[in-house]
């Protein structure tokens, strides 16, 4: 089955800190992958979502400039969360979408931990 | 505005039969998804609706109604390992995936 893999798994490091977060679909091609982020016991939110050699979409409320999107090769994007302060602990999902396939499920990452002191 | 309604919680008997109803408003539909996700863990594709009707994968069956845009998920056999929140997702003309909050699923002994 689809794979997506998502590293680091988790993350402490002291505020100011940028941080690199990846996601790599495995074993398909992904035009498009997604990225979520989830505080404790609510649901996913939706932050932007990643195209393969564009800009990436973001969601209303998000800062493109706190939350850096790349997304250079159809199996890899990156999420970088620039000058990261305490507000922005949560955990960080990717997931991915075979490219061509629009009306199949996504493909979740195991998902990030982001811990900032 | 689009929307998924679904329970906040629910509590089951292990052995049980469960069913989490999902409601959706959404602009247009491509599809409906239901997804588990346990604590502190990235959420598993369950199971995928685009036609009316059930569809059955081992202990676990989704049920979607286009004209009421509604579907429930069915546990049956219940295990401790359930115990989980189950999310709704919809897809709408847009293919964009509009969430539902999750339903977390208590299973007692």
């Known amino acids: 089955g689809a794979v997506v893999s998502q590293h680091p798994s988790r993350v402490i490091c002291k505020s100011g800190t940028s941080v690199k977060i990846e996601c790599r679909s495995l074993?398909?091609?992904?035009?498009?992958m997604f990225w979520y982020r989830q505080f404790p016991k609510q649901s996913l939110m939706l932050m932007a979502t990643?195209?393969?050699?564009?800009?990436?979409?973001?969601e209303q409320g998000v800062e493109k400039d706190k939350f850096l999107i790349n997304h250079a090769s159809l199996t890899l994007s990156t999420l970088t969360v620039t000058s990261a302060h305490p507000e922005d602990s949560s955990f960080y999902i990717c997931?991915?979408?075979?490219?061509?396939?629009?009306?199949?499920?996504?493909?979740f990452g195991d998902g990030t931990r982001l811990s900032i002191l | 505005g689009q929307n998924i309604d679904q329970p906040t919680e629910m509590t089951a008997t292990e052995g049980a039969i469960v069913q989490i109803n999902c409601t959706y408003q959404?602009?247009?539909?491509?599809?409906l998804f239901w997804y588990q996700q346990h604590a502190g863990e990235a959420p598993t594709f369950l199971s995928y609706?685009?036609l009316d009707g059930l569809e059955e994968k081992g202990r676990f069956s989704s049920f979607l109604s286009r004209s009421k845009g509604y579907s429930y998920l069915l546990l049956k056999e219940l295990q401790m390992k359930d115990s989980a929140s189950y999310l709704c997702?919809?897809?709408?003309?847009?293919?964009?995936?509009?969430w539902g909050a999750g339903t977390k699923l208590i299973i007692k002994p």
């Open positions: 997931s991915a979408r075979e490219s061509g396939r629009e009306g199949q499920p996504q493909h």
């Open positions: 074993d398909f091609q992904a035009t498009t």
């Open positions: 990643s195209n393969e050699g564009s800009k990436a979409t973001y």
């Open positions: 959404t602009s247009g539909f491509n599809g």
């Open positions: 609706n685009v």
């Open positions: 997702a919809v897809k709408n003309s847009n293919y964009q995936l509009i």
